[in-house]
């Protein structure tokens, strides 16, 4: 009955929208195709300029008035990047192993702690329940410098400085992951956990087989929002043996290697800016097509 009226509801917005367009005429459909592109190509500026900036030779780079095209493109800004790396008493792979673990732990944190927390929340009433969702909206108004000391602190008391979980308790800690999930699973219909319990499941049965998967759009947006706060973290304020620094923080000193390394620091630009505009398109196809199928609504 459900999927019935879903469908039915389908069909209504599509006609009502065949019906609109319509009505509008070519001379307005092409002012606001030209109006979206105008501002598609702005809000892309600064992605295209990194790019072309990437392999701008080092005559362009300080050409006057600066030129957003490249026009003679080269290679030369990554070679000199390998070799910068090459010359560094860590190796490279250290580097990149160390990112690698924080952000998986830091992601699967993130997710799983923040899941479970909000699940309660979201189905279940109890004493204190409407305070606790209360503060966890109040916390989303302090910025990160604001708790950077509070933090410190605390992962100085518990010993852990200059260990990767100090970089990555914080982020599992925060409560944005928390207020996302909550929200999204207050749209869960309790019926389904109510009929869950009729035929015998437990909570975390009920947790893993029902509410995690009809919740993906949410958690897959938490996956993207804690990679791009782990991928762009140096650990300078929490992490002092270069052993343990993660890739961003090498990267970081290649570019306060002053006016020489300009080059270098605009190809460094762009591989940090890959791997995180990659998460994200693969991560949104995700979101879209989950949304369009599996979507329910209370």
Do not use: C
Not at 63 to 71: D, K, M, N, T
């Amino acid at each position: 009955m459900k999927e019935i009226k879903l469908l039915s509801g389908i069909h209504r917005r599509w006609t009502a929208f065949k019906l609109k367009r319509r009505n509008r005429s070519l001379a307005v459909d092409i002012s606001l195709m030209v109006f979206l592109a105008f501002f598609g190509f702005f809000s892309a500026a600064p992605l295209i300029l990194t790019i072309s900036s990437a392999f701008k030779p080092m005559s362009e780079i300080f050409l006057f008035p600066p030129r957003f095209w490249v026009q003679n493109p080269t290679l030369n800004n990554f070679f000199d990047l390998g070799t910068v790396l090459t010359d560094s008493k860590i190796i490279l792979g250290r580097y990149i192993f160390n990112t690698a673990f924080i952000t998986s732990l830091g992601m699967l944190g993130t997710v799983l702690l923040g899941s479970m927390a909000a699940f309660p929340l979201a189905k279940y009433v109890f004493p204190g329940s409407g305070f606790m969702s209360h503060t966890i909206v109040y916390s989303l108004m302090f910025n990160g410098a604001v708790t950077a000391i509070p933090s410190y602190l605390i992962m100085s008391k518990l010993g852990l400085v200059d260990t990767y979980l100090a970089v990555i308790l914080p982020v599992i800690a925060g409560t944005l992951g928390l207020y996302l999930m909550q929200s999204f699973m207050t749209q869960i219909p309790t019926e389904l956990i109510e009929a869950a319990k009729i035929d015998g499941k437990g909570e975390f049965n009920i947790f893993f087989t029902i509410i995690m998967p009809l919740s993906r759009p949410a958690w897959i947006t938490l996956i993207i929002l804690s990679f791009n706060s782990l991928w762009g973290n140096t650990g300078g304020t929490f992490i002092y043996t270069e052993s343990l620094k993660p890739l961003s923080f090498m990267l970081s000193q290649i570019i306060g290697g002053g006016i020489a390394r300009t080059g270098v620091a605009a190809a460094v630009g762009l591989v940090m800016l890959t791997l995180p505009i990659t998460v994200f398109i693969i991560s949104q196809s995700n979101v879209i097509e989950t949304m369009a199928t599996s979507g329910l609504k209370g």
